[in-house]
């Protein structure tokens, strides 16, 4: 995610860059912003490359799609992570069952 970053930061014009938005809970996604620093949808990025030239536009949509594909993997690991965290919780919570029934017997 960061190498994207520093790529899209490294254009001289910053006409578009990618920005990594870190969230509270640890997550992270890439997201559009324009060279004045306003957050865009990808619609609107989809719209304001349509008008680049083609290899332009083509570098850009190669750049999206990279963004979109690891944002989607991020969003697969954390729901990865919450369901092992439940699992484990879960399995914590039979095993002092267990321990408790043993005890009790």
């Not at 912003?33 to 349509?50: F, Y």
């Given at each position: 995610m960061t190498e994207l970053?520093?790529?899209?930061?490294g254009v001289?014009?910053?006409?578009?860059v990618l920005d990594l938005q870190r969230r509270s809970?640890?997550?992270?996604?890439?997201r559009w912003r324009d060279g004045r620093g306003v957050m865009r949808s990808r619609a609107a990025v989809a719209e304001l490359i349509s008008?680049?030239?083609?290899?332009?536009?083509?570098?850009y949509a190669e750049l999206d799609a990279h963004a979109v594909w690891l944002n989607a993997?991020?969003?697969?690991?954390?729901?990865?992570?919450?369901?092992?965290?439940d699992v484990l919780q879960y399995d914590e919570e039979q095993t002092h069952q267990f321990s408790a029934e043993r005890a009790q017997q």
């Amino acid at each position: 995610m960061t190498e994207l970053v520093t790529l899209t930061q490294g254009v001289p014009q910053r006409f578009l860059v990618l920005d990594l938005q870190r969230r509270s809970n640890g997550s992270q996604a890439l997201r559009w912003r324009d060279g004045r620093g306003v957050m865009r949808s990808r619609a609107a990025v989809a719209e304001l490359i349509s008008a680049l030239p083609e290899p332009l536009r083509r570098r850009y949509a190669e750049l999206d799609a990279h963004a979109v594909w690891l944002n989607a993997e991020a969003r697969i690991v954390r729901y990865c992570i919450g369901v092992f965290d439940d699992v484990l919780q879960y399995d914590e919570e039979q095993t002092h069952q267990f321990s408790a029934e043993r005890a009790q017997q």
